[in-house]
């Protein structure tokens, strides 16, 4: 069966200092890749997706960039962190999209980011 | 261009009574439309998915949801609240040919269960 880990659980970190989350997918191949933020209250907005190694779409600007150096790898970053950065991010796959249906999303249990 | 809307962002039920999460959605095609649930700092579960299958889907933990084209609605329901129903819902849609990027989610409904 599939499995998706995230880690750290929970970060707190300063102002201006650097970002790293990752995430790792088990039990499948080439799967479309996500990271979404949720902030306190909000619903889910989706950040980055990549579907293969070393392909990544932004879908917000930002200062936060992401990048899959293996297939099943896909990692959050940043250089300087915001306070508007705090949140809970959450990665997700999913298998490439078949004709006719649009295929479900798996999330990870989340990292909670708080920037003080 | 497609819009998911959740009518509801707090419902309040008793346990043991009926629960009924209500979203519409918005598109030119035919969608796929799933619920996910969200308990508190955790991942999301996907509870069920329509995929023009049967327009009756049933899901885990007793949920099951029901897609009404002529409504536009996909709400979903279950018989007996539980306490441990206690979480965010979460009505997602998705076009097919909307890209890797094209789900589209509602703003989430927050489930109460009263003892």
């Known amino acids: 069966s599939q499995t998706i880990h995230q880690w750290p659980a929970t970060l707190v970190q300063p102002v201006g200092s650097p970002l790293s989350l990752e995430c790792t997918v088990e039990?499948?191949?080439?799967?479309?890749l996500y990271w979404y933020r949720q902030a306190a209250g909000r619903g889910l907005q989706l950040l980055f997706y990549s579907v293969g190694i070393g392909q990544i779409s932004s879908e917000v600007p930002q200062n936060l960039s992401a990048s899959r150096p293996q297939d099943r790898q896909f990692i959050l970053s940043s250089k300087k962190l915001l306070l508007s950065d705090s949140g809970f991010y959450l990665c997700?796959?999913?298998?490439?999209?078949?004709?006719?249906?649009?295929?479900?999303?798996?999330f990870g249990p989340g990292t909670r980011l708080t920037v003080l | 261009a497609q819009s998911v809307t959740q009518l509801d962002s707090h419902v309040s039920v008793s346990e043991g009574t009926p629960v009924l999460l209500r979203c519409n959605y918005s598109s030119s095609y035919s969608p796929s439309l799933f619920w996910y649930v969200q308990h508190p700092n955790k991942g999301l579960q996907l509870l069920l998915k329509y995929t023009s299958a049967a327009t009756l889907v049933k899901g885990i933990n007793g949920f099951e949801a029901e897609f009404k084209k002529s409504e536009t609605s996909f709400h979903l329901t279950k018989p007996s609240a539980h306490m441990s129903d206690a979480a965010e819902y979460f009505c997602v849609g998705g076009v097919s040919g909307g890209g890797a990027d094209g789900l589209t989610f509602g703003k989430g409904t927050h489930l109460i269960i009263q003892p």
């Open positions: 997700a796959w999913s298998t490439s999209q078949t004709s006719g249906t649009y295929n479900e999303q798996f």
């Open positions: 039990g499948t191949s080439n799967p479309n």
